[in-house]
């Protein structure tokens, strides 16, 4: 179809949602009657949705090595090979999964970059599961939290919504001496047992912590830690205690801020990186924070943030 | 899916619908084939449900477009990934200021209100702009794959 065709004009006007009901009428009636045209609409909304989903790390800022992967199949015969989460991730193409939140999204293969599993801005996912370490790879889960805008002199530190941390605790969970408030996400590495398998594999998180001004306490702290786990087994009914993570783990990496500056115009970033022994099949991204001083047990929190989550699957040789 | 809902925040909503299902169930498919039939099923209804919960919206298609974009778009040969890999490609050769409009027109919870104000344009002269790049990297990517298809 020729560049200056209106009916592209047509198209990206319907696909940016701003399109009248006569726009639309007369869309419809051209795509009804012209197979090129609906392929042309087909492959415009394929790229919108591809352009929505890619996160920054793919747009030129990658977090680890570029060093192609060795194992990776030529892309032309991929298709051959794809198995059944791979073909969920090209069909999600034209669906539009490759949304920074969705679980689906992060099995899309890229052959020559660190690869975007995760990136995590709360924009448009549904609200965390207040139910401890959730027993599904898309969703967040931990301790009661929310949503939430601006507030308490936070901006989210991208885009409109970040996760606010609210109790150390959720509905149901036993009581137990936990001043800390929890949230956990599964993520599932199946689809990329090959590059893993040969133990170059690196991942890379981060996350954005800040606290609000006017909350009870006069400051918190932040702590991310990621483990690396052989099976399904070692992260499902940990309702109760999750601790018990770090006992099913093959690896573990932990970092926190003692104390966050007290600016809330600032986010403060804690990152971390693990090599993947071979046998993992699954990461649990664990973000936590609490007030300082604690508070006394079972206390609403106030003013506890996080935001921008991101994580990298690379490669990096192991030192000699 | 962005195909068949118009706007990338409601096909944002639908799709996490739909993700939630596959997730549930793909381990128990095991031919890729299937799944890929059986996950473009799922997207189609949920797609049609959309529709049929905000009722005859005179904003959005009929069902029969819908349902012939959504079989045309099953059936397509198309290879994704080789695709998705042009469309990175021509990403990349994107002058600077260009690729950097869309990355920020595309970052999660943008407004283009804002976004326009920010780079001194009418939100229309944005829009417009936003879309010429579109039909650029659309050409771009063709270009790629063809030269790729004859190789």
Redesign the interface.
Known sequence: MN?DDPA??LI?T????????EQ??Q??AL??ND?KL???????????????G?P?S???QPLLSETPWEDTPK??S??LR???????A????????F??S???AYV??V?SKALGLLWE?F????APLAEGVPN???RWGGDDSELVGMQQGVK?S????MLRLRRPDFAGKPPAASVRADMYRVVDLRAHRQKIGHGEAMVQLSALFNHGVSGKALGSDGLITLYALPNARAFTGLVPDDSRLSLGAVAMVRKSIARLDDQPQTWEKLQVELRLPAETQFLVIHLGMKPLPPLATGSEFDGLYVDDVRLTLGRRAALP | ???L?????D???V??E???V???K?ED????????RW??GV?RLKALDFHRKRGRD?????T??LE??AS??EQ?D????????A??EC?EKLPNPQ?AL??AA?????RMDALAKQSGRTAMSL?KTL?RI??????C??KTLSM?GAR
Do not use: N
Request: hydrophobic letters at 45%; aromatic letters at 8%.
């Open positions: 560049p592209w004009e990206g319907y696909l940016g949602g701003s399109a009248s009901p639309t009428r869309l419809e795509m009804l197979p609906r392929t042309a609409f087909l492959r415009y909304a394929r790229m919108d949705a591809v352009l929505a890619q920054p793919a747009a030129g892309i032309r991929a298709r794809l198995s059944p989460v791979a073909a969920a090209a069909a999600g193409v034209v669906f539009g999964m949304c920074s969705m679980v689906l899309a293969p052959a801005s924009e448009t996912g549904p599904e790879a898309s989210p991208t885009g409109s919504r | 899916m962005r195909s809902v118009p706007t990338l925040e096909s944002r909503e799709m996490q739909v993700a939630v596959l997730w549930r793909f498919i095991s031919k890729a084939e299937d799944f890929r996950a473009f997207a005179r904003h959005c298609f009929g029969e477009l012939l974009l045309e778009a397509a198309t290879d994704y990934d080789l695709e998705r890999q469309l990175e990403l690729r869309v990355e595309y970052a999660p919870g943008v829009y879309h579109r039909i650029t990297l659309i050409q990517t063709q790729e």
